[in-house]
Nanobody
Framework: VQLQASGGGLVEPGGSLRLSCAASGFSFRSAAMSWFRQAPGKEREFVAVIKRGGPPAYYRQSVEGRFTIARDNDLNMVYLQMNNLRPEDTAVYYC???????????????????WGQGTQVTVSS
């Protein structure tokens, strides 16, 4: 199983980035996919999740309306489009996958079966 996140970088406040996560080694179409993030000195936190069949998606309140999660089941990819970025969005962003049935708390790390390495997003002027 591999989850490879990419697309991070340095962006000014108000800017945009699109993160990508390439999945392999499992049945991507059967997995709920999510993004988490971890800022320096803080715990990892939920950002967004999309179910195996696509929308609806769910977001943490602070990114609602600015971030959009999407998936391409033909390419085994999940994306996070981030607009109107703020300094407080600075973190390492991780993608995660859940193959088990949709039951439990999707905003908790234990909900997920597989994790990728992170990609750094820095929002600064």
């Amino acid at each position: 199983v591999q989850l490879q996140a990419s697309g991070g970088g340095l962006v000014e406040p108000g800017g945009s980035l699109r993160l990508s996560c390439a999945a392999s080694g499992f049945s991507f179409r059967s997995a709920a996919m999510s993004w988490f993030r971890q800022a320096p000195g803080k715990e990892r936190e939920f950002v967004a999740v999309i179910k195996r069949g696509g929308p609806p998606a769910y977001y943490r309140q602070s990114v609602e309306g600015r971030f959009t999660i999407a998936r391409d089941n033909d390419l085994n990819m999940v994306y996070l489009q981030m607009n109107n970025l703020r300094p407080e969005d600075t973190a390492v962003y991780y993608c995660a996958a859940r193959l088990r049935s949709w039951s439990g708390h999707f905003d908790q790390e234990a909900f997920y079966d597989y994790w990728g390495q992170g990609t750094q997003v820095t929002v600064s002027s």
